[in-house]
């Protein structure tokens, strides 16, 4: 028997162990151990969930609502899901095989990656963006395509520079818009762009729409509407930001059959179904939950105005986000890079906000800001960051 000690390092799998943890969730590790921090950092609802939804989920416990659901998902909340697609994006779906329940658009995501990719196939995707695009293509042993976007543009993607980044093996194209870490969107026209990229190259599309009931701008139909895409796309949604139910963990995708029982495959083994109790809330959500979700839509727009407004006078300039909750100031000027601006406005003015390069190498120059605070937060947060300016000028 071998007297050599093995560490426990040794059975991490390559690909895993290759992955970096998320810098958003590193810097806040930081966070955690300072006092009077004002935190434009994690992207989550300030809002407690509307009472209603709170209380259907009491409801569905107190009557024994605690059994497993469908692998699909309720029934009733799928039927819901499809009626709200229909009247909220323009999209008619089954529900009785083109919807699938999951734990959070992040399940929805990855299980839909593992469901179309084998190893060497590319996924097509924007940056800057959502911290787990990367790491969810590379887990399935596919190979992760990052298309940059630039302030020009106001952050939208370019058919120009996909057309630059495509390959005989490439497969998805992933689409985040309204889009985190930006608040950048996409105008019909864009979408329209996409879509013919999208057909020409025979690529499926996966549309992240997890902020599009976010928009402050007038709401364009979803990409699968437009002609021959809804047979080539999987909508993804979920009700953490829209409806402040971050901790419910529920999601959901909208796709053809045939993708959907592949995606229902790796749930039902991995997941089984999403939580019941949960579910039970999201059905409320979706049936009486317009009246806050809209409440909570203005006042974010008012921050949205209040941040962009103070930013461009500190002088980080700043483009009018669309929709989401999230403004990406340009920080290039402070003659910091990203990360140590951020520590350094933390360390010294107690501000937390997430260096761009978080969110892909093209986020340097960028700090990432969510307004889901308060907006006396906001102003002192401003008055804040102002002055660290002001010291560095």
Not at 11 to 30: K, M, Q, T
Not at 143 to 156: A, S
Not at 181 to 190: K, N, R, S, V
Not at 240 to 251: N, V
């Amino acid at each position: 028997m071998s007297d050599s000690k093995l560490s426990p390092k040794q059975w991490v799998a390559p690909h895993i162990a290759g992955l970096p943890r998320s810098g958003i969730r590193d810097f806040f590790e930081l966070v955690k151990t300072m006092d009077d921090v004002i935190s434009l950092g994690i992207g989550e609802p300030d809002f407690v969930t509307p009472w209603h939804i709170r209380e259907a989920c009491i409801y569905a416990i107190n009557h024994g609502y605690t059994s497993y659901t469908s692998n699909l998902g309720d029934p009733r909340l799928r039927k819901a899901i499809c009626k709200y697609s229909a009247e909220n994006f323009g999209l008619e779906y089954k529900p009785e095989n083109e919807c699938i329940v999951t734990v959070g658009v992040s399940e929805a995501l990855d299980i839909v990656l593992r469901a179309v990719l084998s190893p060497g196939d590319e996924v097509l995707y924007h940056e800057p963006c959502y911290v787990s695009y990367a790491p969810s293509v590379r887990m399935t042993h596919a190979v992760p395509v990052p298309v940059l976007t630039r302030e020009e543009n106001d952050f939208v993607l370019q058919v120009e520079d996909l057309e630059k980044a495509v390959t005989p093996r490439s497969k998805v194209l992933l689409l985040n818009y309204p889009n985190n870490p930006t608040g950048a969107g996409m105008t019909l026209a864009d979408k329209q762009l996409m879509a013919d990229f999208a057909i020409r190259h025979d690529l499926l599309v996966l549309s992240d729409e997890i902020y599009e009931e976010l928009s402050y701008i007038p709401r364009t139909p979803s990409i699968a509407s437009l002609p021959g895409m809804k047979e080539r796309t999987v909508t993804l949604n979920g009700f953490s930001k829209a409806f402040a139910m971050t901790g419910f963990r529920i999601g959901y995708a909208c796709g053809p059959v045939d993708l959907i029982e592949a995606m229902m495959k790796i749930h039902q083994y991995s997941m089984l179904c999403a939580s019941s109790i949960a579910q039970a809330a999201a059905i409320e959500a979706l049936q009486n939950g317009q009246g806050p979700r809209e409440d909570m839509r203005r006042e974010y727009e008012q921050r949205r105005n209040v941040i962009v407004k103070r930013l461009n006078e500190i002088g980080l300039p700043c483009f009018m986000p669309r929709g989401a909750f999230y403004v990406f100031p340009r920080i290039s000027s402070t003659g910091l890079d990203s990360a140590t601006f951020a520590k350094r406005l933390l360390q010294e003015k107690h501000v937390a906000v997430v260096p761009g390069t978080a969110f892909g190498s093209c986020g340097e120059g960028f700090v990432r800001c969510s307004y889901a605070t308060s907006l006396e937060e906001i102003e002192i947060a401003m008055t804040r960051i102002q002055e660290l300016v002001s010291a560095l000028s």
